[in-house]
C-alpha cells in the first residue's frame, strides 16, 4: 500500500508551514474530491515520502541547535596568572613589613635566589624528576589494579556488600600511616614508597568508579539487556563507558592521594636506597633549617599538581564532558 | 503467531496484581495499539514481552529471538555519536566490522537522518533522537518491535510527523510493533488494532479495528476516538471513591 494517498489541510494543531496539497498529488479516496479536509492529527499529515522528508529535515534544522564557533578564552588564561601575581604582591608586602625575621619568612626574591642556586647544582632537577617518576608509575600501576577489582566490586553485588565499606575505610585512612609498617616491611627501598602510593590511590581509585557505576541511569542496562549484550559485553561497552564520568574523578583524586602519599613518604623515609625526591629536598631544607629551601620545595610540589591538573586531567575530562554535553551552563 | 498471551498474570512481591488474566493474540505484520490509563500495566506487559520482566502466572509465546524495543525516552548512549548507537546494536548482534558500517548508514537513511550520522545526542533534537532510536531497534532486526510510548515527550508538530514515518517504516519493513501508549488519538491513528488495557488489575477489556478508511477521514477517525475515549473514561471512572 502506497503511504501518499491522503490530501491533508493544515490542522489546528500544525503551526508549521501549511501543509495544502499539491495538485499533482492527489490521490482520490472515497470521500474527497480535490476539497481539503482538517486531519486534526488522526489521519496522514503528510503527503508522502518526499514531503515527509522536507517537513523533517525543515523541523530537525529549526529544532537542534546551529553549531558554535569555539574560540580561545584569553579569561581563562589571565585570571589565573592575575590571582598568582596578587598573591605574590601580599606576600612581598608582608615581608617588606618587616614583622619577622627574614630567615623565618623569607620574600619571594630570596625563595626564587635559592631556586636558581638549585637549579645550577641540578638538584631541583632531579628532585621532580624522582618524584614525578615515582608518582606517575606508582598511579599508573593503582588504575591497572584499581579499574579491574573496581569494576567486579560494582558488578557483584555479594563482592560489593562484603568488602565496600573495607574500601570506603581504607579511603578515609591516611595513608601516611602505612609509613611506619612499610618500613619494618620493606626497609628504606623504593618498595617502601611505592607501597604507601598504592594504598593510597587504589581504594580512591576503586570509590570513584563504583560510585560511577551508581550513578548509570538504569535504563542503560535495560538498553544492553535488551540489544543483547554479554555480562562481559555490559561491562565494557556499556558499563565502563557510561561510567567514565565518574571514573575520572576517581583517577583524579587517585593521582592527588598519589601525589600526597609519596610526599609523605619520602620526608619520613630518607636514606638507604631511596632516591632524593621533593619530599627528600622538604626534609632537606628542615634539617638545614633553611625556609628558602623548604619554601621551593613546597612551590614545586605544588606546581607537579597544578601542571598535572591542567595538562592531562582538566582537557581529558573537558572533552569528555562536552562529547556528552554536560558543560553547558558551567563556569569552567 | 508471533505473539500469543494466555491468561497472563504479574503481581510484585504481595500487593495487588499489575496484570491479571490478560489475553491476547498479535499476528505477524500486525500493527498493535495498547491503550490505556496510566497505572494500568502497559510497560509491565510491554516489558514481559521483552523478557526484561518475568509473568507470575500465565503462559505467553513470544519470538524465539526476542524482540527489539524502543523506549519513551530515547536511551541513546550519550558517548557515541548517532551513527555509533546504530552500530552497537549490531556489533552486540555480531555483525563484522565492515557490515555494521553500511548498514548503519542504510537504517539512519531510512530514518531520514543520513547527514546528522556523526553528530552525538546532545546535539540532536528530541525527535531526531527517537528517530536514531528507532533506527537502533531496527538494527536489532527482530521480527517484533516493541514500543513504550516513544512519542509521549515530543511536541505535537513532531509527533505527527513520527507519527507518518513510523507508518511508512513499517510498511517498508513488514515488522510486527507493539505500540504502547496513553494517547487514543495516537493509537487510532496508528493501530491496525486497539486493544484496550483496564487499569488495576491490567486486563485486555475491549479491542477496536482501524480500518484503512480511518486513515483518511478524519471523520471517521475522530468517531472511533470518541468511542474510545468513552470506553476509556468508564474505565477510568470505576476508580472513582
Known amino acids: ?332 | 503467531m508471533p505473539v500469543v498471551l494466555e491468561n497472563l498474570g504479574k503481581r510484585f512481591g504481595e500487593g495487588a496484581p499489575v496484570l491479571d488474566d490478560v489475553n491476547a493474540t498479535i499476528g505477524r505484520g500486525e500493527f498493535v495499539a495498547l491503550l490505556g490509563a496510566s497505572g494500568c500495566g502497559k510497560s509491565t506487559l510491554l516489558n514481559i514481552m521483552a523478557g526484561l520482566e518475568l509473568p507470575t502466572s500465565g503462559a505467553l509465546e513470544v519470538p524465539s529471538d526476542g524482540a527489539a524495543f524502543m523506549f519513551q525516552d530515547s536511551a541513546l548512549f550519550p558517548w557515541l555519536t548517532a551513527r555509533e548507537n546504530v552500530e552497537l546494536a549490531l556489533k552486540l548482534r555480531g555483525v563484522g566490522k565492515a557490515e555494521r558500517r553500511v548498514k548503519a548508514a542504510e537504517l539512519l537513511e531510512l530514518v531520514h537522518l543520513a547527514e546528522a550520522a556523526d553528530r552525538r545526542p546532545h546535539e540532536l533534537s528530541g525527535g531526531m533522537r527517537q528517530r536514531v532510536a528507532l533506527a537502533r531497534s531496527l538494527a536489532q532486526d527482530r521480527q517484533l518491535l516493541l514500543m513504550d510510548e516513544p512519542f509521549a515527550a515530543l511536541d505535537a508538530i513532531t509527533r505527527d510527523l513520527l507519527h507518518d514515518e513510523l507508518e511508512r517504516i513499517w510498511k517498508e519493513t513488514g515488522r510486527t510493533i507493539v505500540f504502547v501508549t496513553h494517547n487514543v488519538r495516537e493509537a487510532v491513528r496508528l493501530g491496525q488494532r486497539v486493544l484496550l488495557l483496564s487499569s488495576r488489575p491490567g486486563r485486555v477489556v475491549q479491542e477496536w479495528e482501524v480500518t484503512e478508511e480511518h486513515r483518511t477521514d478524519a471523520g471517521l477517525a475522530g468517531q472511533l476516538t470518541g468511542v474510545i475515549t468513552a470506553r476509556l473514561r468508564e474505565e477510568i471512572r470505576r476508580h472513582a471513591k
Not at chain 1, 499539491?22 to 492529527?41: L, R
Not at chain 1, 561491562?235 to 575520572?248: D, S, T
Request: charged share 15%.
Open chain 1, 1 to 332: 500500500m502506497p503511504s501518499n494517498s491522503s490530501p491533508v489541510a493544515e490542522s489546528p494543531e500544525t503551526t508549521g508551514p501549511p501543509l495544502v496539497e499539491p495538485a499533482e498529488t492527489t490521490v482520490s479516496t472515497s470521500s474527497t474530491n480535490g476539497s481539503t479536509k482538517v486531519h486534526a492529527a488522526l489521519t496522514r499529515s503528510s503527503t508522502g515520502s518526499a514531503d515527509l522528508r522536507e517537513l523533517e529535515s525543515g523541523l530537525d534544522s529549526l529544532q537542534s541547535d546551529a553549531v558554535r564557533k569555539v574560540r580561545v578564552d584569553w579569561s581563562r588564561i589571565l585570571l589565573p596568572i592575575a590571582a598568582v601575581v596578587v598573591l605574590i604582591i601580599i606576600w612581598q608586602f608582608y615581608v617588606s613589613l618587616g614583622l619577622k625575621r627574614r630567615d623565618q619568612v623569607p620574600g619571594p626574591m630570596d625563595v626564587l635566589e635559592q631556586f636558581g642556586a638549585l637549579w645550577a647544582e641540578g638538584s631541583l632537577q632531579e628532585a621532580v624528576w624522582t618524584s614525578l617518576q615515582r608518582g606517575l608509575l606508582g598511579f599508573l600501576i593503582s588504575v591497572a589494579i584499581a579499574t579491574p577489582v573496581g569494576l567486579l566490586l560494582a558488578q557483584v553485588a555479594p563482592l560489593r556488600r562484603a568488602f565496600g565499606p573495607l574500601i570506603s575505610g581504607l579511603q578515609v585512612l591516611p595513608s601516611v600511616a602505612w609509613v611506619p609498617a612499610a618500613i619494618i616491611w620493606f626497609g628504606l627501598t623504593d618498595a617502601t614508597v611505592y607501597f604507601v602510593v598504592f594504598m593510597g590511590a587504589i581504594p580512591s581509585i576503586i570509590n570513584g568508579l563504583i560510585s560511577g557505576v551508581d550513578q548509570i541511569p538504569p535504563q542503560y542496562r535495560s538498553v544492553g539487556t535488551v540489544l543483547g549484550a554479554s555480562r562481559l559485553q555490559m561491562a565494557v561497552q556499556i558499563i565502563l563507558p557510561a561510567a567514565l564520568p565518574g571514573y575520572l574523578s576517581g583517577l583524579k583524586q587517585g593521582w592527588a592521594f598519589s601525589w600526597r602519599s609519596l610526599m609523605a613518604a619520602e620526608i619520613i623515609a630518607v636514606g638507604g636506597t631511596i632516591g632524593f625526591g621533593l619530599g627528600s629536598m622538604l626534609n632537606q631544607g628542615r634539617d638545614l633549617a633553611d625556609m628558602t629551601i623548604v619554601m621551593s620545595a613546597i612551590l614545586l610540589i605544588l606546581a607537579v599538581g597544578i601542571l598535572i591538573e591542567l595538562l592531562v586531567f582538566a582537557p581529558i575530562e573537558k572533552r569528555l564532558l562536552q562529547r556528552r554535553g554536560l558543560l553547558a551552563g558551567s563556569t569552567r
